[in-house]
């Protein structure tokens, strides 16, 4: 499966997880991190296009940028928040590519496919994960949320707001 050929989110979503047999499970494993308090900063890390990300980008992200700032800060001086969720099931109709396929294979007749991933269909401008800082570790957390951009399709862009 190739990131490239999921990207873009053209018709309508398929998430009716329960007329499908092997459904793909969630790699993501938490949607918050960090300790809950009071922070001076809101660091957000947005996305300038509409586009599907999937279930192990997210992942990747997310544990990029808590990795780095927890490295600075110890596992109490932020907290981290995804704000989306991959409900969308991508499909894919594998095709045989050996010696006698061809009358094994139907093409494209009834080729629903199979579920092989899970996405989140992003908005325009759309938060996909903020994480919360006191003022001395606001640069660490907006280099840790750049070097998690590398990890997300599109082009992604960091919005600091002060709470305070």
Known sequence: MHGACYRRSNGQPYTRKEYIKGKPQSKIAKFEGGKSGDYDYCVQLLINEKIQITHMAIEACRLTANKRVEKVTGETGFSSKLRIYPHVLLRENKMIATAGA??????????????????????????IMEMNVNKEHLEVAKKALKNACVKLPGTPLIKVIPLK
Do not use: I
């Open 102 to 127: 061809d009358r094994l294979q139907e093409g494209m007749r009834r080729a629903f496919g199979k579920a092989v991933s899970l996405a989140a269909r992003v908005k325009r401008g759309q938060c």
